[in-house]
Structures are given as structure tokens and as C-alpha cells.
């Protein structure tokens, strides 16, 4: 179970801001569009979600940890988490470091 975040739509690494025919574009709006397993709310954009081994998605702070997974996610393989404010994480009070 590895966790990762969907970069903003218009961001450096994000999807087009504009509709567009693009593959990538098309197939984070879909990852964005899907429903958190836990809170049911749409995974969107800037949040930490993992994606679970029976393909579901689930947000970082809906996640119960009753076994926490080991961090074998590694953000210099996705630079768009570097160096981004994370606004919707900060506003929950929490501070995740892995
Ligand atoms: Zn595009
Ligand atoms: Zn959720």
C-alpha cells in the first residue's frame, strides 16, 4: 500500500486546467473523481490518499491505522510533492512525516 497525492489541475505537474484530449490529463481527473473509501468524499486534488490492495482509494486522515503500513513511499520519485504547500492537510491540525 503505497500513499501518494494527485497534483492540481493548471500546477506544474498537474492535469491541463482547461478540458483537453490528453491520456495523462484524463486518467488523474478520473483518479480525482473517485470516492474515498472511508469518507465517501471525492479523492481531489492536493491530498494524501492511499491506494489499497483491492484497488480502492482512501485518504491519508480517513485511514484507521491499525497497521501501519511501512513508508516505502518515496516523494523524489514524485516531484510534484516537493516543495508544495499542502493546504488542505494543514487545515486538518495534522502533521504527517513518514
Ligand atoms: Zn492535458
Ligand atoms: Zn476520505
Redesign the pocket.
Known sequence: MAASSLPAPGTKYGPCADPCQHTDCAATRAMADRN??????K?GYDQR?FCEDDGSL??L??WQPDNPPSPQFDPSSNPALDNRKLPRNQRSGRSIHW
Open positions: 474515498c473509501a472511508g469518507c465517501a468524499d479523492i490518499f482512501l485518504h486522515k480517513c
